[in-house]
């Protein structure tokens, strides 16, 4: 673009005033320029006004041309009537040796506002489409957008907005996934004063119970054997007497029901209001005399917080102490008929102690405490 400094200046009073009090660098962005760039107020020295109004100026504008970025200079300046060929004057944006390439289309709101292509026929890869010029930020503003209530791993999860509720248009990363606690990130649209904002949203997954599915219980009476007696890692579960019964979620059983020799019952571990696959245990009961006389056996304190004592009226040949896993923590012969399981150290759970007196066993369930 060339600029004569010897042109008529042409211009009202009320103009020069109204951009003397609004002279600062501006920005521009939109249509084929890569992000926002900065227009220097009289960035070219040699250029400084043109017809009575400030030049605005980039030397090295990022620019995406027919597929290529390259870089160009850019001018921000007030073109006359008589030099565009229109019926009012207008401020214009040049680059690239172009006379003049963008024009806005509200004069009043010049120099800010968005500007079209001067050449109506011009094609996006020709950096059609529009730009726009506004005030470079002073602050910015964190884009605001409601919480996202947590969900189970699989349910249905909607897309989230691309517009904040306080107006910022932008857009998310990465893409929504709903088996993963995942923090989404919504960047800005260029050009709008505002920063980065997340969002996390919270899956929660239930894990399938873990266990032997086939238990056996040796007893003199089978209704002493009941819900509570299964084994199954978490031990907080819900059980229920059926399939269907454990995947509706419907008749859950106490943990005081009476086991049928046979049977299979099924766990369902809930976490959050989310519920696992079901996991199903046979059980057997098998009559024996070989039981502890349990009015001459004793376990306490139980709850404990560490020692467990045990006593019973014949000589108890071995403990051992077991986690919830199945696996063996500690196994020690004896020849008393008082024990102590030292449990002070372990961490607080629910643990079993068997107990062996020559052929008979007996499993106890331990709390520990704190």
Same mark, same amino acid.
């Given at each position: 673009?060339?600029?004569?400094?010897?042109?008529?200046l042409?211009? *009202?009073?009320?103009?020069?005033i109204?951009?003397?009090?609004?002279?600062?660098?501006?920005?521009?962005?939109g249509?084929?320029?890569?992000?926002?760039?900065a227009?220097?107020?009289g960035?070219?020295?040699?250029?400084?006004?043109? @017809? #009575?109004?400030?030049?605005y100026y980039?030397?090295?504008?990022?620019?995406?041309?027919?597929?290529?970025?390259?870089? *160009?200079?850019?001018y921000?300046?007030?073109?006359? %009537?008589s030099?565009? #060929?229109?019926?009012?004057?207008?401020?214009?944006v040049?680059?690239?040796g172009q006379?003049y390439?963008?024009?806005?289309?509200?004069?009043?709101?010049a120099?800010?506002?968005q500007?079209?292509?001067?050449? &109506?026929?011009? &094609?996006?890869?020709?950096?059609?489409?529009?730009?726009t010029?506004s005030?470079?930020?002073t602050?910015?503003t964190?884009?605001?957008f409601?919480?996202?209530?947590?969900?189970? !791993?699989?349910?249905?999860?909607?897309?989230?907005?691309?517009?904040?509720?306080?107006?910022?248009?932008?857009?998310?990363?990465?893409?929504?996934?709903?088996?993963?606690t995942? /923090?989404? &990130?919504f960047t800005p649209?260029t050009?709008?004063?505002a *920063? /980065? %904002? =997340?969002?996390t949203?919270t899956?929660?997954t239930?894990?399938?119970?873990? #266990?032997?599915?086939?238990q056996?219980f040796? +007893?003199?009476?089978?209704?002493?054997?009941?819900?509570?007696?299964? +084994?199954? @890692?978490?031990?907080?579960v819900?059980?229920?007497?059926?399939?269907?019964?454990?995947?509706?979620?419907?008749?859950?059983l106490?943990?005081?029901?009476?086991?049928t &020799?046979g049977? /299979?019952?099924?766990a369902?571990?809930?976490?959050?209001?989310c519920?696992?696959?079901?996991?199903?245990?046979?059980? /057997?009961?098998?009559l #024996?005399?070989?039981?502890?006389?349990?009015?001459?056996?004793?376990?306490?304190?139980?709850?404990?917080? !560490?020692?467990?004592?045990?006593?019973? !009226?014949?000589?108890?040949t071995?403990?051992?102490l077991?986690?919830l896993?199945?696996?063996?923590?500690?196994?020690?012969?004896?020849?008393?008929?008082? +024990?102590?399981?030292?449990? !002070?150290?372990?961490?607080?759970?629910?643990?079993?102690?068997?107990?062996? =007196?020559?052929?008979?066993?007996?499993?106890?369930? +331990?709390i520990k405490?704190?």
């Amino acid at each position: 673009m060339k600029i004569s400094k010897n042109k008529l200046l042409i211009v *009202t009073l009320l103009l020069l005033i109204f951009f003397t009090s609004r002279a600062q660098d501006v920005e521009i962005s939109g249509s084929c320029i890569t992000n926002t760039n900065a227009l220097v107020l009289g960035g070219d020295t040699s250029n400084t006004t043109y @017809n #009575g109004n400030p030049v605005y100026y980039n030397r090295t504008l990022p620019v995406n041309y027919q597929g290529n970025a390259i870089t *160009t200079n850019l001018y921000l300046y007030y073109a006359l %009537a008589s030099e565009l #060929g229109t019926p009012e004057n207008r401020w214009v944006v040049a680059y690239g040796g172009q006379p003049y390439y963008y024009y806005i289309t509200n004069a009043t709101t010049a120099p800010l506002g968005q500007y079209l292509p001067f050449d &109506t026929n011009a &094609t996006v890869t020709d950096c059609g489409g529009s730009v726009t010029i506004s005030l470079p930020c002073t602050s910015f503003t964190t884009p605001l957008f409601d919480s996202v209530a947590s969900i189970c !791993s699989g349910a249905s999860l909607n897309d989230l907005p691309t517009i904040s509720n306080n107006s910022y248009t932008g857009t998310w990363s990465p893409g929504i996934d709903n088996t993963a606690t995942t /923090t989404y &990130t919504f960047t800005p649209t260029t050009g709008q004063c505002a *920063t /980065t %904002a =997340s969002l996390t949203i919270t899956v929660n997954t239930a894990n399938k119970p873990t #266990g032997d599915n086939s238990q056996s219980f040796d +007893v003199t009476n089978l209704n002493n054997i009941t819900i509570a007696n299964i +084994v199954v @890692n978490p031990s907080n579960v819900i059980w229920y007497g059926s399939l269907a019964d454990a995947q509706s979620a419907t008749n859950p059983l106490p943990g005081t029901t009476v086991l049928t &020799t046979g049977a /299979t019952y099924y766990a369902v571990n809930v976490v959050e209001s989310c519920s696992s696959e079901p996991f199903g245990v046979t059980v /057997t009961g098998t009559l #024996g005399t070989d039981e502890f006389v349990n009015l001459n056996f004793a376990c306490y304190p139980n709850p404990t917080s !560490s020692v467990v004592n045990i006593s019973y !009226s014949r000589k108890i040949t071995q403990v051992t102490l077991i986690n919830l896993l199945g696996q063996t923590l500690m196994t020690e012969k004896t020849d008393s008929t008082q +024990v102590q399981v030292d449990l !002070s150290r372990l961490a607080k759970a629910t643990y079993f102690i068997k107990v062996a =007196s020559d052929d008979k066993e007996k499993v106890i369930k +331990v709390i520990k405490q704190r």
